[in-house]
């Protein structure tokens, strides 16, 4: 048995922007590929990142969605992350 592994990309400037997720687990393909492009509503079942933060087990409990919930947002400019 492998631990999960996730890849997710959101690509937002103004407020408006694309999401793209995936998710393996044990060696598979266990969710996704997930896209919303740029005009595209979110999915009643949320956005591609919070969906498979909510299969790695996150909870959203108080936060607007599990990309707060985990502290996402705080990662926006790769310059406030990268050394």
């Known amino acids: 048995m492998t631990a999960p592994v ?8 103004g407020g408006t922007g694309s999401q793209q ?7 598979r393909l266990a969710l996704g590929p997930l896209s919303v492009a740029e005009g595209q ?3 009643a079942a949320g956005s591609p990142i919070s969906q498979v933060l ?17 502290g996402l947002g705080r990662h926006r400019s790769t310059r406030d992350w990268l050394p």
């Open 54 to 70: 909510r299969r790695l087990g996150v909870d959203r409990a108080g936060h607007h969605d599990e990309f707060a919930a985990v």
């Open 41 to 43: 509503p979110v999915p």
């Open 6 to 13: 996730s890849y997710v990309e959101a690509d937002y400037f």
């Open 21 to 27: 997720a995936v998710l393996w687990a044990d060696g």
